[in-house]
């Protein structure tokens, strides 16, 4: 009988941010699928988890993969965790959930937190209805037209940035969009959490200057 992949949810920021179910699972699962083994340690130390752990990221998947529906096959159980947050969400946790589903293998969630929802409930936007992006295309009229289809959309729009291309994400915001108010978060649940709402302009005033520090999200 195959065994069971465990989607795991782990704390985005604060490492007391998990619950007791993701704690016993990890615990108790025969390997940890993680994006990043030096990462999800500190979580495992924090926790007292010696569970063994294997690499799962973007540019490994196609093999590893395999190797984890081998194992799954075997009878074991494995339990995928991202570097933070639910896995799935901007990660390449999607290749071996549908591996798994493809092959009868049960998948389990352990749910948790993830940051573009812990960011979109404080940002004062509206929640009714909203569109998640992930992170748009790094390249510049891709990126415009993306944004023009969120602008026209009329959800509130919910995207990922990485500390060195927001300067480009803010100005094309700026061109599409005019100067709206938006909400930036960045290190949320850390020591140096940020939440900033104002004008585009301004954000691109205050990164310019100070220069960005982070992963983004961005709140439209």
């Known amino acids: 009988m195959a065994g069971a992949l465990y989607v795991v949810s782990t704390p985005i920021g604060n490492l007391a941010d998990i619950t007791f179910r993701a704690i016993e699972t990890l615990k108790s699962v ?107 295309s790094n390249k510049s009229q891709r990126r415009k037209n993306q944004l023009k289809k969120l602008r026209d959309d009329g959800r509130t729009a919910v995207i990922y940035e990485s500390p060195h291309r927001i300067l480009k994400l803010l100005e094309a915001i700026l061109e ?21 709402r104002e004008k585009v302009s301004e954000s691109l005033a205050h990164f310019r200057s100070s220069g960005p520090k982070g992963e983004f999200i961005v709140i439209i």
Do not use: M, W
């Not at 930036?184 to 959490?193: I, P, S």
């Open 176 to 196: 599409v969009y005019g100067d709206v108010g938006i909400v930036l978060a960045r290190e949320l649940t850390k020591k140096f959490e940020e939440l900033r």
């Open 30 to 136: 025969d390997l940890i699928a993680a994006e990043d083994t030096r990462h999800t340690k500190i979580l495992l130390d924090r926790y007292g988890i010696t569970t063994s752990t294997t690499s799962y990221f973007e540019y490994n998947k196609v093999r590893k993969t395999d190797y984890l529906l081998r194992v799954l096959k075997e009878g074991k159980t494995v339990a995928l965790v991202s570097d933070a947050g639910t896995p799935g969400i901007s990660d390449p946790g999607y290749k071996i959930i549908r591996s798994c589903l493809d092959n009868d293998i049960q998948v389990i969630p352990i749910p948790g937190p993830a940051a573009f929802l812990t960011a979109l409930c404080i940002s004062g936007k509206p929640t009714d209805a909203f569109t998640f992006e992930g992170f748009l």
